[in-house]
């Protein structure tokens, strides 16, 4: 199946996802055609396991992204004399103060449960041979790539909430939280046991799916972060899995560090393991995180059909800016800085607090609060190419074999195994080609401090240090945020680290170790009376 073929049946599932409550099990049927009486064909069997892939594109950006990096010390967005405030919905992310009725977390709770209905309902389909199946060992592949998503939903889901339902048929009960460490368990069963099923083919008709690799990876992470969820380390687990998608040699970086964030051409690629496809003219639409942090002239500068939301909102933290070290490319293959111009070389003018003045990024933010239209450093990861909507049709990378080679150096760290250096070395090399020797990297400097500068800032200045005690293997949190900032990481890998609830960073300030969790959104405990909502968040 190749990818636009993958991308239309995706499109057709999009359409109904705003309908799936995984609260409200109920249905009504408005038709005598149901479920058991259509008449499946051998032509549904690609588009049934296609569909349960949608809930990955549907709000990507305004749910999973912004509950990732929003609430990170990499990005922020203060409000600006164009807008974005909406509320402070983008700075109780930041500072740390959502509740249960903010729109974000909602959104990610209906999402990727909706996403668990949907690979219930394909899984149910195949299972009880529905719909028809070319032949044995496809159905047998294709049920294991639906648990395997599934499983990817559920550990978003447990990462993100602690204890969650866990639903695993069509059943109309309402359901029960079950601890974390049970949804843990059934996730790390549920990958141990398809993921030898699971295809091997890595890019063209597995692009944008789960093979067998991502399936490791997917599993990898879940190890990675074990302690987190279950009190108990599984370092040496994920290192097995970081191995097994070395060894097989289907997997490498790509020469350019832009090379995963192209608009054409990364359905071959070897790095990139798991991605969500999108493609404006077929309606799988979401990609829009250029469009929220460009400002409106730089329409001129990359000849989009559609004009950027004002004077941008996301934007480089400055205390995360300066950590990038002297030479690493990366710096400026991720953000937007300096003095901007338009497509034919002309100077482009801000036109919103000081109108008339060149329009130049500059790397100071004065706090979380409110900046003016120029500051602050803006997304340049991925390639938009000229022409495009409010949606671009580049692809969002989930999982890339760089974070397969950060994962085994960490879990050789934490070890205390040699041979981390080398792997995050590989990394940096291409980030350093100006200067190959810079790339160069021990494990004893990986485990150094961070050269994050914490504290609350004011009038551009850190007023209060805060919480300064150093962080275990810090720099290579460093190593993570300067490859991965932009790709939903930095919660995780703050909390990974002992951080996300005890370090100060812009104007945010430690709110208590129960953040290290998203409330049950309201309208969910209020729907389904046998949700209890998260210890903290009751009152």
Request: overall charge negative; hydrophobic content about 35%; charged content about 25%.
């Amino acid at each position: 199946m190749k990818k636009r073929t993958f991308t239309k049946y995706i499109s057709l599932f999009l359409l109904t996802i705003g309908t799936i409550n995984c609260t409200n099990l109920d249905e009504k049927v408005f038709s005598s055609v149901t479920e058991e009486t259509y008449n499946y064909t051998l032509a549904d069997f690609g588009p049934n396991i296609a569909g349960a892939y949608a809930a990955l594109n549907y709000g990507y950006v305004g749910t999973y992204w912004q509950t990732q990096e929003l609430t990170g010390c990499c990005i922020s967005t203060p409000a600006n004399a164009s807008g974005w405030d909406d509320g402070g919905i983008y700075k109780r992310l930041q500072f740390h103060n959502w509740n249960s009725e903010l729109g974000q977390i909602s959104d990610l709770w209906n999402n990727y449960f909706t996403g668990v209905i949907l690979c219930n309902s394909a899984i149910n389909k195949l299972e009880r041979d529905l719909i028809p199946s070319p032949s044995v060992t496809e159905k047998q592949t294709g049920l294991a790539e639906l648990r395997a998503l599934r499983a990817y939903y559920y550990w978003i889901l447990f990462d993100n909430f602690g204890d969650i339902p866990l639903v695993t048929t069509m059943s109309q009960d309402l359901p029960e939280k079950t601890p974390r460490a049970e949804v843990y368990n059934f996730v790390v069963r549920e990958l141990s046991e398809v993921i030898p099923s699971l295809n091997e083919e890595q890019g063209g008709n597995m692009y944008g799916r789960i093979n067998r690799w991502a399936g490791k990876a997917i599993l990898a992470n879940v190890y990675l972060n074990a302690e987190v969820y279950t009190g108990t380390a599984r370092w040496n687990e994920c290192l097995s899995q970081c191995n097994d998608i070395i060894n097989s040699g289907k997997c490498d970086l790509s020469p350019e560090f832009k090379d995963s964030f192209r608009a054409q051409g990364v359905e071959s690629s070897k790095e990139v393991l798991f991605t969500i496809p999108y493609d404006y003219n077929r309606g799988v639409v979401g990609n829009y995180l250029f469009m929220n942090s460009w400002h409106s002239e730089l329409q001129k500068k990359f000849l989009l059909n559609a004009v950027p939301n004002a004077a941008g909102g996301p934007k480089g933290t400055t205390q995360f800016i300066d950590t990038y070290q002297e030479g690493d490319s990366r710096l400026e293959d991720t953000w937007l800085m300096g003095q901007q111009f338009d497509a034919e070389g002309n100077p482009l003018y801000g036109v919103y607090d000081k109108k008339g003045e060149l329009l130049i990024f500059s790397k100071e933010l004065p706090d979380g609060n409110y900046t003016n239209e120029m500051e602050g450093y803006r997304y340049n990861k991925q390639e938009v190419p000229a022409g495009s909507e409010w949606s671009c049709s580049t692809d969002i990378p989930l999982l890339r074999y760089s974070e397969v080679l950060l994962m085994k150096a960490e879990c050789l760290l934490r070890t205390n195994q040699p041979g981390a250096g080398e792997l995050v070395t590989e990394v940096r090399k291409r980030a350093f080609k100006a200067n190959p020797s810079k790339a160069i990297v021990t494990d004893d400097e990986l485990k150094e401090n961070s050269s994050y500068k914490w504290g609350v800032v004011e009038k551009y200045q850190i007023t209060d240090p805060g919480n300064q005690d150093p962080i275990e293997f810090g720099r290579l949190f460093d190593e993570r945020c300067w490859e991965f900032v932009w790709e939903g990481y930095t919660r995780r890998d703050m909390i990974r680290f002992g951080i996300f609830c005890k370090k100060s960073w812009l104007s945010h300030k430690p709110q208590g170790d129960h953040r290290i969790v998203f409330p049950i959104p309201q309208r969910a405990v209020d729907a389904n009376p046998k949700l209890t909502q998260n210890p903290a968040y009751a009152n």
